[in-house]
């Protein structure tokens, strides 16, 4: 059975940084893309960023780039959001997400449940 489970979010000042976690099971994670994905309260979701197989990266959403970077150990089966120069625009909940898939696309159809990230003084 696919899963992940997001990790790492928390309350960080602006400026702050954050190291978000997405652990996988039930599938080789080598194998498949993986991207980030956020909401913030009263938004739609929108993507972040993308990591595929060959760990190419792919920047969805242009506010993150530049402080924002996605990597993935594979032995490890997790994917990581490192998130640098926090601003408050940040704020969301967290969710990586994979369709099984080498490359990164639009459409995900496995999901994690998310990790809140909440930047603000």
């Known amino acids: 059975q696919v899963e992940l489970v997001e990790s790492g979010g928390g309350l960080v000042q602006p400026g702050g940084s954050l190291r978000l976690s997405c652990a996988a099971s039930?599938?080789?994670?080598?194998?498949?893309?993986i991207g980030w994905f956020r909401q913030a309260p009263g938004k739609e979701r929108e993507g972040v960023l993308c990591?595929?197989?060959?760990?190419?990266?792919?920047d969805y959403a242009d506010s993150v780039k530049g402080r924002f970077t996605i990597s993935r150990d594979n032995a490890k089966k997790t994917v990581y959001l490192q998130m640098n120069s926090l601003k408050p625009e940040d704020t969301a909940v967290y969710f990586c997400?994979?369709?099984?898939?080498?490359?990164?696309?639009?459409?995900?159809?496995?999901w994690g449940q998310g990790t809140q990230v909440t930047v603000s003084s």
């Open positions: 990591i595929s197989s060959s760990g190419g990266s792919i």
């Open positions: 997400a994979t369709d099984l898939v080498p490359y990164c696309g639009s459409v995900y159809g496995y």
């Open positions: 039930g599938f080789t994670l080598a194998y498949y893309a």
